[in-house]
């Protein structure tokens, strides 16, 4: 059955306003945001290493006890809930913005309640990387 080339356009621009017309009430009714990805190897670094690593030398703990604590402190980052259950997640699952979020709420946390000065990224020295890494086994890695 041949379509005529009236039918034809007629149909393209049925199709046309119907994307239109989809689209408008997706942009109406939903927000639509970018996805932040998974934490990169740079900020799990600075977290286990200087973060926790400064937190345990300044309390005589493992990277992994301040860790702990961390994720104690501030839990609205790690736990989630699913049909009823509440679960949690590791520091691994947080996306960058997270990660971010979470390590400038350590910072303040440990600053303020405990006088334990963590630096940001890009106010570590060499002398704070030199005495992490001369606490290694104290640290537990």
Known sequence: MNKSKTQEILEQKFKEVA???FFRWLFKNY???KKAGI???KQNNYFHGVVCGVFGLHFGLTVEE???IF???FPQYFKYEKRGC???KGTKDLNTQESESFFSQCRMWASEEHKC???KPNEVTEEIMHELDKNRELLGY
């Open 19 to 21: 994307v239109g017309e």
């Open 31 to 33: 927000v639509i945001k």
């Open 39 to 41: 934490r990169s190897l």
């Open 66 to 68: 301040a860790k702990q």
């Open 71 to 73: 994720k104690r402190q």
């Open 86 to 88: 509440w679960f949690t």
């Open 117 to 119: 000065f963590i630096p």
